[in-house]
């Protein structure tokens, strides 16, 4: 319980799609906030896309037009859908959300333990 698990990362080509998954591993009440964040070799882990509770999202200027970050309240799921992928793109993506484990509780923090995503040129 409290665990998130991410899926969908691969190896594509550029200027393929790629459709990323963050879900809690066992039965919570709800997710709060969740952003997606990616971290490529010999560089800081930066913020990608991130959405409210409310729906509100928010993009990194590289990736603005590109992904699209949703969720699915009824699946406690939030997704990623990346397309026209670069090179650039390259990097472990790791999902960070506030989940509240019971009715009443107190939000609280997680990270995933990431997934890889590959573009070729």
């Known amino acids: 319980q409290g665990q998130l698990v991410e899926s969908g990362g691969g190896l594509v080509q550029a200027g393929g799609s790629l459709r990323l998954s963050c879900a809690p591993s066992?039965?919570?009440?709800?997710?709060?906030?969740v952003g997606w964040y990616r971290q490529a070799p010999g560089k800081q882990r930066e913020l990608v896309a991130r959405?409210?509770?409310?729906?509100?999202?928010s993009y990194a200027d590289s990736v603005k037009g590109r992904f699209t970050i949703s969720r699915d309240n009824a699946k406690n799921t939030v997704y990623l859908q990346m397309n026209s992928l670069e090179p650039e793109d390259t990097a472990i993506y790791y999902c960070?959300?506030?989940?509240?484990?019971?009715?009443?509780?107190?939000?609280?923090?997680?990270w995933g333990q990431g997934t890889q995503v590959t573009v070729s040129s």
């Open positions: 960070n959300a506030d989940l509240r484990l019971s009715r009443g509780s107190f939000p609280r923090n997680y």
């Open positions: 066992g039965s919570i009440f709800r997710v709060d906030a």
């Open positions: 959405i409210t509770s409310g729906g509100s999202t």
